[in-house]
């Protein structure tokens, strides 16, 4: 068996797509193995081929398997027929207001800009000669940018128009794109999530030809399959590509929404910047556009991290609407701090018996609040049923009455 099958015996084995130390370390492949393997992955029927382009002319692949596809299509399909279903045509809708201002709140919060709905939403109806700090100018721009998107096709020079909307007052002097550039002129440093350098941005000199390439990706004609995964291409090849000297990853949450508002009205796609929201997964965000890198623009890891978290808050949101619904149907309501709350504990990770405290809330949650503050919001939604308590040593753990509600 040579290295490319004993690969691809492995892939198809796991549960998850293998990355390249795991190959390594765990299963005897080599660098040089591996490095071999991504030419035949571009000859392999098995992988799709998108032209989208390095600066050393190789495509973009990823795994055109439903191992890998069957997440986006399952979140459809809970959200078709659950009590989401409402909201499936959500593009006129009002509905559509509060999932932009919780991506506008997640997405800024990825990148250490902190906002609230309530901020947010006071800012939508505030004039922009009237904002004096950073952050409010920062969300403004975010407000005013998906605003754009909803009335504008994906061209260049809407593509253009977006940044300069996202970006106004907020970029230093040598930030600025020079008159007469789309993009930046000079070399760019990408970082994770902990800051520190991990890659530069392509040769600025091949940006106007490798975004020629992107708007011809979205113009294509693709299958429903297609359609529901290209915004996550869309997104990793702008973080990529790094046109810009800041603000790439907000441009490519942006586009990314954009896309899906034009082509692919999936409700479960407006979810993401909300799931990577939280240190867990936006480490794991971080890990995904890595690993595809590293492993020469495979974007099969990026696409299943997406996968995995859309279909986790799909279910996370069918399970708010449904305790949301029976309790308006007893009579009863949830004010926004416990709305948030219930959120964060269908959330919250858990093991064993699916006990948590409130450090464990806290920790999950990107909030700093006291102990009693936390346990105040715990103990509401234990009032109210929809988490069971137990005391142990005088410390109280809380865990999803999950049968009472008839979660999914």
Not at 174 to 183: A, M, T
Not at 241 to 252: S, T, V
Not at 258 to 287: Q, T
Request: aromatic content about 12%.
């Amino acid at each position: 068996m040579d290295n490319y099958e004993k690969f691809k015996k492995i892939r198809d084995e796991l549960d998850h797509y293998p990355v390249d130390s795991e190959l390594i370390y765990k299963y005897g492949l080599s660098r040089t193995d591996i490095h071999e393997m991504r030419q035949e992955k571009t000859e392999d029927h098995e992988y799709l081929k998108l032209k989208l382009n390095d600066p050393s002319g190789n495509q973009v692949v990823y795994w055109n398997n439903e191992k890998i596809l069957m997440h986006f299509l399952g979140s459809q399909d809970l959200i078709r027929n659950s009590v989401m279903n409402q909201f499936s045509d959500f593009r006129d809708s009002e509905i559509l207001n509060g999932f932009v201002f919780s991506e506008i709140e997640s997405s800024l919060a990825i990148e250490g800009v902190r906002s609230t709905r309530a901020k947010i939403e006071q800012l939508n109806k505030t004039g922009y000669d009237d904002l004096n700090e950073l952050n409010d100018i920062i969300t403004k721009n975010m407000i005013l940018g998906y605003e754009f998107v909803r009335i504008n096709d994906i061209t260049q020079d809407n593509i253009f128009k977006l940044y300069n909307i996202l970006s106004k007052k907020c970029m230093k002097d040598d930030e600025q794109l020079l008159p007469g550039n789309r993009y930046r002129h000079d070399e760019v440093d990408i970082v994770d999530g902990a800051n520190a350098v991990v890659d530069k941005g392509v040769d600025w000199k091949l940006l106007p030809k490798l975004m020629n390439q992107l708007i011809d990706y979205v113009d294509k004609e693709k299958t429903y399959e297609e359609h529901l995964i290209a915004s996550h291409v869309i997104h990793f090849y702008m973080i990529y590509l790094h046109p810009y000297f800041d603000y790439n990853g907000r441009m490519a949450r942006v586009m990314s929404f954009w896309y899906n508002l034009k082509h692919a009205p999936s409700l479960s796609l407006l979810l993401v910047s909300e799931a990577i929201n939280n240190k867990i997964h936006k480490n794991g965000y971080y890990n995904a556009i890595m690993n595809s890198r590293n492993a020469g623009n495979d974007i099969t890891y990026f696409l299943e991290y997406m996968g995995n978290i859309i279909l986790k808050y799909t279910k996370i949101y069918i399970n708010f609407y449904i305790i949301q619904n029976k309790l308006k149907g007893n009579g009863q309501g949830l004010n926004r701090a416990i709305e948030i709350a219930l959120k964060y504990v269908l959330a919250i990770p858990v093991t064993g018996d699916g006990f948590f405290d409130w450090k464990d809330y806290r920790d999950f949650s990107h909030e700093e609040f006291s102990k009693q503050y936390y346990l105040r919001l715990l103990n509401a939604l234990a009032e109210l049923a929809i988490l069971v308590v137990k005391e142990h040593k005088n410390a109280h753990f809380y865990r999803l009455n999950s049968g009472k509600w008839d979660l999914v």
